[in-house]
């Protein structure tokens, strides 16, 4: 779910993200508490909360990967955009499910990482949405190693530079983002299965999920190194978002959910199964609506 030192919240941070997904899950949650941001202007009002168009940016988890059957795509029932009635994505909530599939467009890519979210931003700009949900950052954690994660400022850097493109080209488009899944608690909830151990050795995110086994200090460190990277993504979302006044995040939410194995694809303990993929669609609607 950091090669140089700075001060962070630490476990604050993550009991702040606990506290916010509490308070969005009870209805209560959205911006509130946020950092200030500019007046909104009378022709831009500060948030739509029943935007009539969504489009989806991001990677495997929205494009339904392995949600469906082994090692496929399964769009349908992305948390965002898909039509399965078993999932309510946002996008049916907002629109109804007979406007989702004429006003709703799937523009994540299984693999994609933070440097290809300014090229989709450029390809959803071009349907004008009223609403663009992102939700990506895994796989710059999940890597082969440590030392090859995407390093922080990157990170941010290249988020900023995807909303920069979104607001040149649609500036009127709302943004959802949602934040990274800890990685660390599928770890948890699939290392205690044979098939979670079994899989995972075909190379599913082995910054975390390599040597499953492993519990000598080497493994412990790794897998921290690996979460405590992917609060700082959060971090850097949330900051980046939090200059746009187009633009909310779930406060953690995502972060703070705790994943069981029915919410974890069958094929590899990783990917949302479609009843995780619900999940998803509940937290962001909650934030969408707030």
Not at 101 to 115: I, P, V
Not at 195 to 203: A, S
Request: glycine share 8%; hydrophobic share 40%; net charge neutral.
């Amino acid at each position: 779910m950091p090669t140089s030192r700075r001060v962070r919240p630490g476990r604050s941070a993550v009991a702040a993200a606990v506290s916010a997904a509490l308070l969005a899950l009870s209805g209560c949650g959205g911006q509130d508490g946020a950092a200030p941001r500019p007046a909104a202007s009378p022709s831009l009002p500060s948030w739509d909360r029943s935007p009539d168009s969504v489009a989806a940016v991001g990677d495997s988890i929205t494009t339904g990967f392995d949600s469906c059957q082994v090692l496929s795509d399964c769009p349908g029932v992305s948390w965002s955009t898909g039509d399965s009635p078993e999932v309510d994505s946002l996008a049916s909530r907002l629109l109804g499910r007979s406007q989702a599939a004429s006003r709703s467009w799937n523009l994540a890519e299984t693999g994609a990482r933070m440097s290809d979210l300014e090229g989709q931003m450029r390809r959803a700009a071009a349907h004008r949405p009223e609403l663009v949900t992102v939700l990506v950052g895994a796989n710059d954690a999940c890597r082969g190693s440590v030392r090859s994660m995407t390093p922080v400022d990157t990170f941010r850097e290249e988020f900023r530079a995807a909303l920069r493109t979104l607001r040149q080209e649609s500036p009127a488009s709302q943004v959802y983002v949602a934040s990274v899944p800890d990685l660390k608690r599928l770890w948890e909830v699939g290392q205690e299965t044979p098939m979670g151990r079994e899989i995972w050795k075909l190379g599913i995110c082995p910054t975390m999920l390599g040597e499953a086994e492993a519990v000598d200090r080497e493994a412990v460190e790794r897998r921290k190194r690996v979460r405590d990277r992917v609060e700082e993504y959060n971090e850097a979302l949330a900051e980046v978002c939090a200059a746009d006044r187009r633009c909310r995040t779930d406060g953690g939410a995502v972060y703070a959910y705790r994943f069981g194995a029915r919410q974890l694809s069958r094929w590899d303990l990783f990917h949302p199964s479609v009843d995780g993929q619900a999940k998803l669609a509940d937290i962001a609607y909650r934030a969408v609506t707030a």
